[in-house]
């Protein structure tokens, strides 16, 4: 089956600075991939949808300068967290979808702590 | 735009017993919806879907939904619970089953298997 990652699974950072956040599809060139946001004991938020390639579409009320999205290959994106701040805490989930599935495989996701 | 409820936020069981966790949609097109597991600080599992044809459909680990377009639910069941079942389940939506198609998850019923 299709396998996505993440890296890292959690990270604690000092408020005001920036974390990066990867996700990669391991076995098969994932075109779309979706980032996803989960708070504690509530469900999962779009928020950006990045084709390789080109620029992500941000979901409203997701400020794209603060989540900066890139997605320069087939098998990795990257979420960077800028200035984070304590209400960043979250559960951060990749997701990935290619050519040949119709469906999208997600990554195990990634806690972030901001102190 | 697109919905999904789920009815209890949690659900309690004794092993063996029926599964159920209900979930009802709204869409103004005809939908794709899924059913996904989240084990604590994983992912999340697909564990089956429903696009076209038969409504009745089976996925992983004996769970199964039904498709019910006059009620517009997708409840999924499993005739008899295990332990390893419990979890985190969410339904999604999603108005197409592209592999860009955005899901649309609702806010997720905790599972609780007892002795």
């Known amino acids: 089956g299709a396998v996505v990652s993440q890296h890292p699974s959690w990270v604690i950072c000092k408020s005001g600075t920036s974390v990066k956040i990867e996700c990669r599809s391991l076995d098969f060139q994932a075109t779309t991939m979706f980032w996803y946001r989960q708070f504690p004991k509530q469900s999962l938020m779009l928020m950006a949808t990045s084709n390789e390639g080109s620029k992500a579409t941000y979901e409203q009320g997701v400020e794209k300068d603060k989540f900066l999205i890139n997605h320069a290959s087939l098998t990795l994106s990257t979420l960077t967290v800028t200035s984070a701040h304590p209400e960043d805490s979250s559960f951060y989930i990749c997701?990935?979808?290619?050519?040949?599935?119709?469906?999208?495989?997600f990554g195990p996701g990634t806690r972030l702590t901001v102190l | 735009a697109q919905s999904v409820t789920q009815l209890g936020s949690h659900v309690s069981v004794s092993e063996g017993a029926l599964v159920l966790l209900r979930c009802n949609y709204s869409s103004s097109v005809p939908p794709y919806l899924f059913w996904y597991v989240q084990y604590p600080n994983q992912g999340l599992q697909l564990l089956l879907k429903y696009t076209t044809g038969a409504t009745l459909v089976k996925g992983i680990n004996g769970f199964e939904a039904e498709f019910k377009k006059s009620e517009t639910s997708f409840h999924l069941t499993k005739p008899s619970a295990h332990m390893s079942d419990a979890a985190e389940y969410f339904c999604?939506?999603?108005?197409?089953?592209?592999?860009?198609?955005?899901?649309?998850f609702g806010t997720g019923t905790r599972l609780q298997v007892t002795l």
């Open positions: 999604a939506v999603s108005d197409w089953g592209g592999t860009a198609s955005k899901l649309t």
């Open positions: 997701s990935a979808s290619g050519d040949h599935y119709n469906e999208q495989f």
